[in-house]
T-cell receptor
Framework: EAGVAQSPRYKIIEKRQSVAFWCNPI?????LYWYQQILGQGPKLLIQ????????DSQLPKDRFSAERLKGVDSTLKIQPAKLEDSAVYLC???????????FGPGTRLTVL | QQQVKQSPQSLIVQKGGISIINCAYE??????FPWYQQFPGKGPALLIA?????SEKKEGRFTISFNKSAKQFSLHIMDSQPGDSATYFC??????????FGAGTTVTVRA
């Protein structure tokens, strides 16, 4: 069974630029999560989708972050404009449903200069 | 605010020794307590999990001890091996399954 795929693996941008990350969950997984993991900290949930609907985006900085999962499969997370404090690893995870085991992708390491 | 506090930040153990990582929580509504293992360049992977109806769960060399009254739980890695060198995260969630993670513990096992 293929795992959660993410791209790109690394991204370096200047502050105030835009960036987008892509995630393809495990086939058949209805629940998709985006986490932000700052160096030395645990992952923090940014947004949770159930199929193509948003379940929880309470910790998503909506003035600059957006995410979509239009067809209920893959998902895109965008940052516009980026700030220095957005430097982190962005992890995507999926599960067969809420409360089920979450499977994480390898993450995208973002550096904002 | 951080809902799950984890300690120590890092530890070094000799091969064959025991690694112990502790976590404490405040929210008594939490009812699921997983531990994740993360290797450099990889995403976290579920290692072992416990619910508050039991005080201990063992899977191979990994054991979770849970103290509901103290609102604490810990991970014990027995007979630590170099391949166990990784960062370990405790987490907790309540009925809506939103995981709150600890800050992580980097474990180094010396051969």
């Amino acid at each position: 069974e293929a795992g959660v795929a993410q791209s790109p693996r690394y991204k370096i941008i200047e502050k105030r630029q835009s960036v987008a990350f892509w995630c393809n969950p495990i086939s058949g997984h209805a629940t998709l999560y985006w986490y932000q993991q700052i160096l030395g900290q645990g992952p923090k949930l940014l947004i949770q989708f159930q199929n193509n609907g948003v379940v929880d985006d309470s910790q998503l900085p909506k003035d600059r972050f957006s995410a979509e999962r239009l067809k209920g499969v893959d998902s895109t997370l965008k940052i516009q404009p980026a700030k220095l404090e957005d430097s982190a690893v962005y992890l995507c995870a999926s599960s067969s449903g809420p409360g089920r085991e979450q499977f994480f992708g390898p993450g995208t390491r973002l550096t904002v200069l | 605010q951080q809902q799950v506090k984890q300690s120590p930040q890092s530890l070094i153990v000799q091969k064959g020794g025991i690694s112990i990582i502790n976590c404490a929580y405040e929210n008594t509504a939490f009812d699921y307590f997983p531990w994740y293992q993360q290797f450099p360049g990889k995403g976290p992977a579920l290692l072992i999990a416990i619910r508050p109806d039991v005080s201990e769960k063992k899977e191979g060399r990994f054991t979770i001890s849970f103290n509901k009254s103290a609102k604490q739980f810990s991970l014990h890695i027995m007979d630590s091996q170099p391949g166990d060198s990784a960062t370990y995260f405790c987490a907790a969630s309540r009925g809506d399954y939103k995981l709150s993670f600890g800050a992580g513990t980097t474990v180094t096992v010396r051969a």
